[in-house]
């Protein structure tokens, strides 16, 4: 089991950045896929971008692809998401989250610790 913390939300105008950080406690962070996943008011979690257990490779969704990196640090068990080019859209909050397997996935049901989240408000 991974306890997972995020920070690095909050208040940003459009077209501004955020990184988001997502610490874990556990032995098993450097062998786990992690992926990033956000839920608007009033709509459902939608995965935003996924790594697999190497950091070398990564899936993002096509609302974020060019403006967003995940990253991650297994030395320091945390992985990150970089946010560029922030639209009003990108509102909500944001959950990072463990999956059973090494690889990246971008399917929820394959994720079985998450975070409590970190709120992103864009601005327009």
């Known amino acids: 089991q991974l306890q997972l913390e995020e920070s690095g939300g909050g208040l940003v105008q459009a077209g501004g950045s955020l990184r988001l950080s997502c610490i874990a406690s556990?032995?098993?962070?450097?062998?786990?896929?992690m992926g990033w996943f956000r839920q608007a008011l009033g709509k459902e979690r939608e995965v935003v971008g996924a790594?697999?257990?190497?950091?070398?490779?990564?899936y993002y969704a096509n609302s974020v692809k060019g403006r967003f990196t995940i990253s991650r640090d297994n030395a320091k068990n945390t992985v990150y998401l970089q946010m560029n080019s922030l639209k009003p859209e990108d509102t909500a909050v944001y959950y990072c989250?463990?999956?059973?397997?090494?690889?990246?996935?971008?399917?929820?049901?394959?994720?079985?610790?998450w975070g409590q989240g970190t709120q992103v408000t864009v601005s327009s």
């Open positions: 989250a463990a999956a059973r397997y090494r690889v990246y996935t971008a399917s929820p049901s394959d994720f079985e610790n």
């Open positions: 556990g032995r098993t962070f450097g062998s786990s896929g």
């Open positions: 790594i697999d257990w190497t950091g070398g490779r990564a």
